[in-house]
């Protein structure tokens, strides 16, 4: 009996680079599939390859036994597959129903001219939210949805267009407990239609709840593929890394100096209400929340890319009343992005000038950028934030762990005093978020304080001096590392008083 997706003996260089070295791998409908391993393992290149990105440099895809030809997009979609990507695919101005029939859409005869028939469009996208229970208007806008709901939108889109074979890549990142848990009942509604979901994840704690088979990756080739009803998680790590990982949040404890940062009374057009914190030199500071909670609102209201604001803010004891990007960085306040990684660099530009953009004073004279300065700069930052990279190679080409470690030598090059991190470790691996918590380490250890806004519990717990948790763009509760646990942060993260 064959499989539904068979990928045999596929092999993909980049230059001299090996990624894939003659990779087997076999899917069934109705199942999830995961596919775990490092940054750089190969797990996108195999699926790009798959969704007609790349061309394989040798190996054949058989589906439902028969030997196929990707050499594009189109052709991939046409075989009835679909890739979710990380990051958004979506025209936000748009409506659910437009994003879902973009390019495909229904189409009358009014005598003899053809229009889209938008009465059917409309009627048959709100016919998939029914079906997955999803409490949505087919006639809403994208950007009025949240992170969660436009992941349904994609998957939505991919089922329209009769796809057998659907892959996620880090389809959880940046949501929450709730909305991941949403996402897995969609997820297992749409496997009960005989689709194959192909989940690539670094959250290997979540493929219990969701995962039926997992693969393992390393270094290009498949190191391990085994029923998820018996794999041992502390094996899969092992397998993933190569090596033993003892210590998931490695939280060093550094002397907290006086107050670097406070905030008082801070809101801004309702998204955020009174809010009022400060930070101490050293300190990690976790901020979370459930999705509307306003975390992500407040990073920006601080950075001044949202304004005009009511409240304080104070930085080094100085009263600012008004705050925008110059400002805030100029008096040492920086931000660290999150899960879209576009929003912190230049990616067809240079490790070099990414690193060196956010203070280029430290490496001009009479107006000139001076190269040989550029260089040692950022080769010390490289090397100490173990990006192992040329300082040459564009940022596009980079893993999603060496483009947040480039983000971050961006920032300590610029002398940062307090570093807003939205989602600090989203959608690296294993080995890529311990290296990120150790830089973080170093950074309270020399006086740097870190305000870490993130959505995975465990995370918040294990590194932070202090919890703030926001509900509804309102703080409801602030306390030391010592009092958090999971549940109580959900229960106040719900609402709970």
């Given at each position: 009996?064959?499989?539904l997706?068979?990928?045999?003996?596929?092999?993909?260089?980049?230059?001299?680079?090996?990624?894939?070295?003659?990779?087997?791998?076999?899917?069934?409908?109705?199942q999830?599939?995961?596919?775990?391993?490092?940054?750089?393992?190969?797990?996108?290149?195999?699926?790009?390859?798959?969704?007609?990105?790349?061309?394989?440099?040798?190996?054949?895809?058989?589906?439902?036994?028969d030997a196929?030809?990707?050499?594009?997009p189109?052709?991939?979609?046409?075989l009835g597959?679909?890739?979710?990507?990380?990051?958004?695919?979506?025209?936000?101005?748009?409506?659910?129903?437009?994003?879902?029939?973009?390019?495909?859409?229904?189409?009358?005869?009014?005598?003899?001219?053809?229009?889209?028939?938008?009465d059917?469009?409309?009627?048959?996208?709100?016919?998939?939210?029914?079906?997955?229970?999803?409490?949505?208007?087919?006639?809403m806008l994208?950007?009025?949805?949240?992170?969660a709901?436009?992941?349904?939108?994609?998957?939505i889109k991919?089922?329209?267009?009769?796809?057998?074979?659907?892959?996620?890549?880090?389809?959880?990142?940046?949501?929450?407990?709730?909305?991941?848990?949403?996402?897995?009942?969609?997820?297992?509604?749409?496997?009960?239609?005989?689709?194959?979901?192909i989940?690539?994840?670094?959250?290997?704690?979540?493929?219990?709840?969701?995962?039926?088979?997992?693969?393992?990756l390393?270094?290009?080739?498949?190191?391990?593929?085994?029923?998820?009803?018996?794999?041992?998680?502390?094996?899969?790590?092992?397998?993933?890394?190569?090596?033993?990982?003892?210590?998931?949040?490695?939280?060093?404890?550094?002397?907290?100096?006086?107050?670097?940062?406070?905030?008082?009374?801070l809101?801004?057009?309702?998204?955020?209400?009174?809010?009022?914190?400060d930070?101490?030199r050293g300190?990690?500071?976790?901020?979370?929340?459930?999705?509307?909670?306003g975390?992500?609102?407040?990073?920006?209201v601080?950075?001044?890319i949202?304004?005009?604001?009511q409240?304080?803010?104070?930085?080094?004891?100085?009263p600012?009343?008004?705050?925008?990007?110059?400002?805030?960085?100029k008096?040492?306040?920086?931000?660290?992005?999150g899960?879209?990684?576009?929003?912190?660099?230049?990616l067809?530009?240079?490790i070099?000038?990414?690193?060196t953009l956010?203070?280029?004073?430290r490496?001009?004279?009479?107006?000139?950028?001076?190269?040989?300065?550029?260089?040692?700069?950022s080769?010390?930052?490289?090397?100490r934030?173990?990006?192992?990279?040329?300082?040459?190679?564009?940022?596009?080409?980079l893993?999603g762990?060496?483009?947040?470690?480039?983000?971050?030598?961006?920032?300590?090059?610029?002398n940062?005093?307090v570093?807003?991190?939205?989602?600090?470790?989203?959608?690296?691996?294993i080995?890529s978020k311990?290296?990120i918590?150790?830089?973080?380490?170093?950074?309270?250890?020399?006086?740097?304080?870190?305000?870490?806004i993130?959505?995975?519990i465990?995370?918040?717990?294990?590194?932070?001096?202090?919890?703030?948790?926001?509900?509804?763009?309102?703080?409801?509760?602030?306390?030391?590392?010592?009092?958090?646990?999971?549940?109580?942060?959900?229960?106040?993260?719900?609402?709970?008083e």
């Amino acid at each position: 009996m064959s499989h539904l997706l068979e990928m045999r003996k596929i092999s993909k260089q980049f230059n001299d680079n090996t990624v894939l070295n003659g990779i087997d791998f076999v899917a069934d409908g109705g199942q999830v599939h995961a596919i775990i391993g490092e940054n750089g393992a190969g797990k996108s290149t195999m699926m790009r390859i798959l969704a007609g990105l790349f061309l394989p440099d040798s190996g054949e895809i058989r589906i439902n036994g028969d030997a196929v030809s990707i050499q594009n997009p189109k052709q991939s979609q046409e075989l009835g597959i679909a890739m979710i990507h990380q990051e958004m695919r979506l025209f936000q101005d748009l409506t659910i129903t437009e994003n879902v029939f973009m390019r495909r859409e229904p189409l009358k005869r009014v005598k003899w001219i053809r229009l889209i028939d938008w009465d059917s469009a409309y009627k048959e996208a709100q016919t998939y939210l029914d079906d997955l229970n999803l409490p949505l208007d087919s006639r809403m806008l994208v950007k009025n949805l949240t992170i969660a709901q436009q992941k349904f939108v994609e998957i939505i889109k991919a089922l329209s267009q009769d796809a057998k074979i659907i892959i996620m890549d880090e389809p959880t990142a940046a949501l929450t407990e709730k909305e991941t848990e949403l996402l897995f009942q969609v997820i297992r509604d749409v496997k009960k239609r005989g689709v194959c979901i192909i989940y690539i994840s670094h959250r290997i704690e979540e493929l219990r709840h969701i995962a039926d088979v997992v693969t393992v990756l390393r270094d290009g080739e498949i190191i391990e593929k085994c029923d998820m009803r018996f794999a041992d998680i502390s094996e899969l790590v092992r397998a993933m890394a190569g090596k033993e990982l003892s210590d998931r949040y490695p939280k060093l404890k550094v002397k907290l100096g006086k107050e670097i940062l406070r905030v008082e009374g801070l809101s801004y057009e309702g998204r955020i209400r009174d809010i009022s914190f400060d930070v101490r030199r050293g300190e990690i500071l976790g901020i979370t929340g459930l999705s509307g909670s306003g975390r992500s609102t407040l990073a920006k209201v601080l950075f001044g890319i949202h304004q005009p604001f009511q409240g304080t803010i104070w930085l080094g004891g100085k009263p600012f009343f008004s705050m925008n990007p110059h400002l805030a960085q100029k008096n040492g306040l920086c931000y660290v992005t999150g899960v879209s990684h576009d929003e912190g660099l230049i990616l067809d530009a240079s490790i070099a000038e990414n690193i060196t953009l956010s203070n280029l004073e430290r490496i001009s004279s009479a107006g000139f950028i001076r190269k040989e300065k550029q260089s040692v700069y950022s080769k010390d930052l490289i090397e100490r934030l173990g990006i192992t990279a040329d300082e040459h190679d564009l940022v596009k080409n980079l893993s999603g762990g060496k483009q947040k470690k480039v983000i971050l030598a961006k920032w300590l090059f610029s002398n940062a005093k307090v570093l807003l991190m939205e989602e600090p470790t989203a959608g690296i691996d294993i080995v890529s978020k311990i290296d990120i918590y150790n830089i973080m380490n170093e950074l309270v250890l020399s006086g740097v304080s870190i305000i870490m806004i993130s959505t995975n519990i465990q995370e918040i717990i294990g590194l932070s001096d202090r919890i703030v948790v926001m509900y509804k763009g309102e703080i409801r509760g602030i306390f030391p590392k010592g009092e958090a646990t999971q549940e109580r942060i959900l229960y106040y993260a719900s609402g709970g008083e």
